[in-house]
T-cell receptor
Framework: GENVEQHPSTLSVQEGDSAVIKCTYSDSASNYFPWYKQELGKGPQLIIDIRSNVGEKKDQRIAVTLNKTAKHFSLHITETQPEDSAVYFC???????????????FGSGTRLSIRP | NAGVTQTPKFQVLKTGQSMTLQCAQDMNHEYMSWYRQDPGMGLRLIHYSVGAGITDQGEVPNGYNVSRSTTEDFPLRLLSAAPSQTSVYFCATQKGLAVLQETQYFGPGTRLLVL
């Protein structure tokens, strides 16, 4: 089955610098790759997603890149701010069908800390 | 519009006790699911439902039961709690399974401690 590995497990960056979190997946049939942000005491919240027919997607300071050949995808946060401090999860799934409903697999998470 | 609500927020159980974690949504989403979150292991799917009357097992279903009698509610039952079930439990909903309906919306979580 699908396996998603996420690195690093913790990341500390200076405010204003960029942060990069990387994930690899094992199942080439995966076609949907969401990223979630989880703040302390709250549930995960989707911040950006990408589908396998797209190589890059950007939303203000957040961008995600996908390399289907290498089976890895990355989250990039530029101009980091204190409110970016949270745990970030990547995930991979074969979306779009009943059989895919149980196949969304999450990475183990990255705790991002922004130093003032 | 409350989105996804979960009750209780925190619960302490003794080994062998039973309880039900409640999840409700007001978004008319077809798909609902339960995850557990343990340190260093991300989120693991316990059970899911693609509609009222339909449920199926996820990655870690043992020790848990679910039912889906209405679109809005998806309770998770622990019949005989064990310390290994100490975790944070999240309910999530999704509009459907078609492309562009895959965004999951998570509830605030229930923190469960089994002694």
């Amino acid at each position: 089955g699908e396996n998603v590995e996420q690195h690093p497990s913790t990341l500390s960056v200076q405010e204003g610098d960029s942060a990069v979190i990387k994930c690899t997946y094992s199942d080439s049939a995966s076609n949907y790759f969401p990223w979630y942000k989880q703040e302390l005491g709250k549930g995960p919240q989707l911040i950006i997603d990408i589908r396998s027919n797209v190589g890059e997607k950007k939303d203000q300071r957040i961008a995600v890149t996908l390399n289907k050949t290498a089976k890895h995808f990355s989250l990039h946060i530029t101009e980091t701010q204190p409110e970016d401090s949270a745990v970030y999860f990547c995930a991979a799934s074969m979306g779009g069908s009943y059989s895919s409903a149980s196949k969304i697999i999450f990475g183990s998470g990255t705790r991002l800390s922004i130093r003032p | 519009n409350a989105g996804v609500t979960q009750t209780p927020k925190f619960q302490v159980l003794k080994t062998g006790q039973s309880m039900t974690l409640q999840c409700a949504q007001d978004m008319n989403h077809e798909y609902m699911s339960w995850y557990r979150q343990d340190p260093g292991m991300g989120l693991r799917l316990i059970h899911y439902s693609v509609g009222a009357g339909i449920t199926d097992q996820g990655e870690v279903p043992n020790g848990y039961n679910v039912s889906r009698s209405t679109t809005e509610d998806f309770p998770l039952r622990l019949l005989s709690a064990a310390p290994s079930q100490t975790s944070v439990y999240f309910c999530a909903t999704q509009k459907g399974l078609a492309v562009l309906q895959e965004t999951q919306y998570f509830g605030p979580g229930t923190r469960l401690l089994v002694l």
